[in-house]
């Protein structure tokens, strides 16, 4: 008996919160330690967002085999699944997401974990976007994007991308266009990676904090 397709499965990406390992742009300014602590309110933030979000299926996945208790004790309290990313780099770890998932549903939409300005009506268009379009993205402000969603998984959308520069949006737009995937784009987000990003966010960390941090060398 076939097993039942379901139309939209929520897949968020994120990091162990290990110091040293996560956020690395901000530790110049601000140490491992309130670097990782910035990860953690990001990501706890991001998951309660995505608990508030209609889907038949919302999944963690993390960069190890094992998510650190931190992370397993958030996906439970917020019934999420977790499951191990796998690939040589962000664009095949993506693919290889998406095509685990989409043999089963409908839409799939993929989400970061740095980007506090998530919120349900944000992520809910992009699954109605996908009724409609091959794909669906949600621009960063600094030339990437920070949401990505799609009805089937071709690895040739992800292969070519200079991923961690400002052309990773630009270059997701050409490879569908070559694919011939009909696209639609929600408005774009600010995500977190230098310390003046911070400066949109002053509840993440205290500004103060990280001027004095710029200021001591650390």
């Known amino acids: 008996m076939t097993a039942p397709r379901h139309r939209r499965h929520l897949l968020v990406f994120a990091r162990n919160p290990i110091p040293g390992r996560v956020k690395t742009r901000l530790i110049p300014a601000m140490g491992p330690g309130p670097a990782t602590a910035v990860h953690r309110r990001m990501l706890e933030d991001t998951l309660v967002t995505c608990s508030q979000v209609f889907a038949h299926s919302r999944e963690l996945w993390i960069d190890q085999p094992d998510p650190h208790p931190v992370v397993a004790e958030m996906a439970t309290r917020l019934g999420m699944s977790v499951h ?4 040589d780099d962000l664009g ?3 693919h290889a997401a998406f095509a685990e998932t989409l043999r089963n549903a409908d839409s799939a939409v993929l989400i970061g974990s740095d980007c506090p300005e998530y919120d349900p ?4 268009a992009a699954f109605q976007a996908l009724e409609q379009h091959d794909a669906v993205l949600g621009p960063a402000a600094d030339g990437g994007y920070v949401l990505i969603g799609l ?8 292969r070519g991308v200079p991923w961690g520069t400002d052309k990773v949006l630009a270059a997701t737009r050409r490879q569908l266009r070559h694919l011939q995937c009909s696209f639609t784009e929600l408005p774009a987000k600010y995500d977190v990676d ?3 990003d911070l400066l ?3 509840d993440l960390a ?9 200021g001591s060398g650390e």
């Open 84 to 87: 191990a990313q796998s690939g």
């Open 92 to 94: 095949s770890r993506m």
């Open 121 to 124: 009506p944000y992520l809910d």
């Open 151 to 158: 009805r089937k998984a071709d690895p040739h959308l992800f």
């Open 194 to 196: 230098e310390p003046e």
């Open 200 to 202: 949109r966010f002053p």
């Open 206 to 214: 205290p500004i103060p904090e990280i001027e004095c941090a710029k």
